[in-house]
């Protein structure tokens, strides 16, 4: 842990001193052939890697979904699994060219970072799983309990704010990695376990008995998490902005990864300009014509890639709620394109 | 003509030719204050440079940071502290919780260590087995994957805290830890403080009056039943006088954990135990390698003046063999104190945890911080090669070497 955090410190303090920061990203990356896309070590439904090492999840298609705009190939990128306290560190030194690792977007981290939030990906909020066998029903009823939570999180000050808010005790176990706090949760060291809830239904899948555990319905906090580039390149800036657009847009349009060559062909004023048949937005982005039809080819669309990964084609589960379309009652709306 | 003594040269010049440039005089001085120079400008410059580039990026830089609110709690604190500290004490407390992991580990390993070599080095058939499986076993297995066992093992050995092992009914062992009660100072604490201050100075100046005693004069005087009076039967008096100087704060079941008393943390017990057991396998060879170092001779000779083989040990061996252990020993006291930042896998909060780990992911200013916390593992490892140095500087001339 504390070697990784080292060298991406040395790696920063050199990258620093090496070149200002006029990077161009989009040329770097499609030079060396690959997009570098910095990812969780491990949250099922977000990014986590198979028994094969094949990384799937919500972050993780945006980097596909990146990587299919700019080379039309998918597979064209190389995942970097980052503990929480490194991801930062990591796309401020160019380690990543994309960190799409469930980070929420607070006002301090988009500007003191030298990093900007590129959109929300997921509107989640933070909640708390406990055993069952407590016979908890709410977390006003938590007072003195030990609670479990991974260092570097916004997850750490919320906990401390909530508690301190409803005058209640408590005692917090901060772990390096998500990994090593759901094992002490397991192991009884805590009797309860804090992250944003969609991680909480990630990682109870990772429990030996998950029908034990149970979710409070309370959540104590905003938490939009999405993508994060560095400062200084607005067309990189521009490019992972409007691939998240493109997703949400095609969504809207019902355009579908296996539709997509069909409604190409259609004769929708909306559509042609959308998919590319009118107009040269994507060669203004400094991508080519197709730039969205690449993207749904590779991934689909946002509610798509919501259902296949968190939502209910997936083990998780989770309903659209918040993060359904603006005019289904979901906070998820893209400005158009045009 | 006379001859002229020639004058012996300048002393301070010489000095100063050779501390700076060594054998080959001036030139070597030149080339040193040269060299001297571009590493000060190459320094310069990727301060300078880091600068620059951190403020075109819009990071943020310097130290103000740690006048800001942490905003986040810790779980075992020696000083007080509250979400709404700021930065700088989030370092102290981590800072703290390094140095007690650390000084608890020395002082266990160096037991331990001492107790392995001894087993070892025993005629006793068994002993020595057991101390030889011991560090053969111990020093070759990873430390990391020993304290996750230790904590792991921990945890899953003891009871929730509703179903906790109580002991007397005054003191309790569960996953959360152990409770113990907690002294609060009464009417007669001060009193109480100042009678045992003076019970320790006097036997403390007893002893210095015995030894004097018996190096100056071959006189040898008893002094151990006025030690006891004077650290136990003092006390006792002043308590039967002035009351008890303190009452217990009983620890007591409430909700989820327990309310009052003191708590240890399992990820303290864990973290000291793994670290202590594994630097003590190296402890325990290089203290037998000391024992053996001095000659086979001095125990015969120890054991024809008709003392133990314990007496003989501990006056005429070990005394020896300090001058050989004390330097690599001082190396074990650094991997130790440099091992605990491992602490951040079980949750334990040390310096690496919440001030290189947490506040460095809530600040983001990862140079001045990761800075920081190198600065203070240097400054501990100097300090703790520096005190070795003096004690071994003191046996070397008590043994007149």
Redesign the interface.
């Known amino acids: 842990?504390?070697r990784v955090?080292?060298a991406?410190?040395l790696a920063?303090?050199a990258g620093?001193?090496a070149q200002?920061?006029d990077a161009q990203t989009l040329k770097t990356v499609k030079d060396r052939g690959m997009l570098s896309c910095g990812v969780s070590q491990g949250l099922p439904g977000f990014s986590s890697p198979d028994d094969k090492g094949n990384w799937t999840g919500l972050d993780v298609d945006v980097c596909r979904a990146i990587a299919g705009a700019i080379f039309n190939d998918p597979t064209k990128v190389k995942y970097v699994p980052l503990s929480?306290?490194d991801?930062?560190?990591a796309l401020?030194s160019g380690e990543v060219d994309v960190l799409s690792r469930n980070t929420t977007w607070t006002i301090?981290?988009d500007?003191?970072?030298?990093a900007n939030f590129t959109g929300v990906t997921y509107y989640d909020g933070q909640g708390f799983m406990v055993k069952k066998s407590?016979k908890v029903n709410s977390a006003l009823e938590?007072?003195?309990?030990?609670v479990?939570v991974q260092?570097?999180?916004t997850t750490?000050?919320n906990?401390?704010?909530y508690f301190?808010a409803n005058n209640m005790k408590?005692?917090?176990?901060?772990?390096?990695t998500n990994d090593?706090?759901v094992?002490?949760y397991e192991?009884?060291?805590c009797?309860v376990f804090t992250t944003d809830q969609s991680g909480l239904y990630a990682n109870r899948l990772k429990l030996a008995n998950p029908g034990d555990h149970m979710v409070l319905p309370e959540i104590i906090s905003k938490e939009p998490l999405g993508p994060m580039v560095?400062?200084?390149d607005d067309q990189w800036f521009d490019i992972v902005k409007w691939t998240l657009f493109a997703m949400i847009t095609t969504e809207e349009l019902g355009v579908t990864a296996k539709n997509v060559d069909e409604k190409a062909k259609q004769e929708n004023p909306e559509l042609k300009r959308v998919l590319g048949t009118d107009g040269n937005f994507g060669e203004q982005l400094g991508l080519s014509k197709d730039w969205v039809v690449r993207i749904v080819k590779a991934v689909g669309n946002y509610g798509e890639v919501f259902d296949r990964n968190v939502g209910a084609g997936s083990p998780l589960g989770i309903n659209r709620g918040l993060n359904n379309l603006w005019n289904k009652g979901g906070l998820q709306y893209a400005p158009p394109i045009r | 003509m006379s001859i002229e003594a020639r004058k012996p040269p300048r002393q301070i010049a010489l000095k100063i030719r050779r501390v700076l440039g060594g054998k080959t005089g001036w030139n070597g001085i030149a080339v040193q204050f040269a060299f001297a120079a571009v590493l000060g400008w190459i320094a310069y410059?990727?301060v300078s440079?880091?600068r620059a580039?951190?403020e075109?990026?819009?990071?943020?830089a310097g130290f103000g940071f740690l006048a800001n609110n942490a905003?986040?709690?810790?779980?075992q604190t020696l000083i007080s502290y509250t979400?709404s500290d700021t930065f700088l004490r989030v370092f102290l407390v981590g800072l703290l919780n390094t140095l007690v992991v650390s000084v608890v580990g020395i002082v266990f390993a160096t037991v331990i260590g001492f107790i392995v070599a001894l087993c070892r080095l025993s005629p006793n058939w068994l002993l020595a087995r057991i101390g030889e499986i011991y560090v053969e076993i111990i020093r070759n297995l990873p430390v990391l994957f020993q304290i996750l066992f230790w904590y792991?093992a921990v945890?899953?050995a003891l009871p929730?805290p509703r179903q906790s092992i109580s002991l007397l009914g005054i003191a309790f062992v569960s996953?959360?830890g152990l409770v113990i009660p907690r002294p609060i100072g009464e009417s007669g604490f001060e009193a109480f403080l100042a009678v045992l201050a003076f019970g320790i100075v006097g036997s403390v100046a007893l002893r210095i009056h015995a030894r004097r005693a018996l190096f100056q004069r071959g006189q040898v005087i008893r002094i151990w039943p006025y030690v006891l009076g004077l650290l136990f039967g003092l006390p006792l008096v002043t308590m039967l006088v002035a009351g008890l100087p303190f009452s217990f704060e009983l620890p007591q079941l409430?909700?989820?954990?327990f309310?009052g008393g003191s708590r240890i943390i399992?990820?303290f017990v864990a973290l000291t135990l793994a670290l202590s057991t594994y630097t003590a396998a190296f402890i325990a060879e290089i203290v037998r390698a000391g024992i053996l170092s001095v000659h086979s001779g001095q125990m015969e000779a120890g054991s024809s003046l008709g003392l133990s083989r314990g007496t003989t040990l501990r006056l005429v061996v070990v005394p020896q063999a300090m001058r050989v252990i004390v330097p690599p020993l001082t190396n074990q006291y650094l991997n130790l104190t440099k091992n605990s930042?491992l602490a951040?896998?079980?949750?334990y909060?040390d310096l690496?945890?919440?001030f290189?780990?947490?506040s460095?992911?809530?600040?983001?200013q990862?140079?001045e911080i990761?800075a920081m916390t190198m600065g203070v593992y240097l400054l501990i490892s100097l300090i703790t090669s520096a005190v070795m140095s003096v004690y071994g500087w003191r046996i070397s001339r008590s043994l007149g070497a």
């Open positions: 842990m504390k955090t080292l991406l410190t920063l303090a620093l001193t200002a920061a929480a306290k991801r930062f560190t401020q301090s981290r500007t003191s970072l030298g407590l938590l007072n003195s309990a030990s479990c260092t570097g999180t750490e000050q906990l401390a704010d301190k408590y005692e917090v176990i901060a772990f390096g090593e706090t094992k002490a192991a009884g060291r009797d560095r400062h200084g | 410059e990727i440079n880091a580039n951190l075109n990026q819009h990071i943020a905003g986040f709690d810790v779980n979400g792991l945890l899953a929730n996953n959360r409430k909700g989820f954990n309310a399992p990820e930042s951040v896998a079980i949750g909060p690496v945890s919440v290189a780990g947490t460095l992911s809530q600040t983001g990862a140079i990761i």
